[in-house]
């Protein structure tokens, strides 16, 4: 049995350096392509590559468009330009809040106008309640 299958494993592994002639291509005086394994008596023959390249790399279903440099330029002084006006709007937020707080801080009898018009003072409790929403808000936008 083992006999069998080393002699079955030769064969089959001489086969397939049988398979494997060259082959040649030539034109005859016809214009036709002839391919044979032997070439043509008398005729210039060139061998043919059997052996098949490597499969390719799988190119990405869709790639990112690419952006040229001047519209990236436009694109990144937008972006600065929009950076900058929040900073500002920041800085003008946070100097309001402060300017809020020490007024809360430094007057003990504020008076505030109401929606309809009414013009009413304080209370302590509602002052210290607004003291510490503006200390909260400095200190989550200003730091």
Known sequence: MRRMILTGSLLLALSATAMASQVY?????????????????????????????????????????????????????????????????????????????????????LRVTEADGEVRRLSEEERQTRISEAEKAIKENCQ
């Open 25 to 109: 291509k030539w034109v005859d005086d016809k214009g036709t392509t002839h391919f044979g394994s032997q070439p043509p008596q008398g005729q210039a023959a060139t061998p043919v590559n059997t052996v098949a390249p490597p499969p390719k790399p799988p190119v990405p279903a869709s790639q990112p468009a690419q952006t040229s440099d001047a519209e990236q330029q436009a694109i990144d002084a937008k972006v600065k330009k929009e950076v900058a006006t929040k900073e500002a709007e920041r800085k003008q937020y946070c100097e309001n809040m402060r300017t809020n707080l020490a007024q809360l801080q430094n007057n003990p009898r």
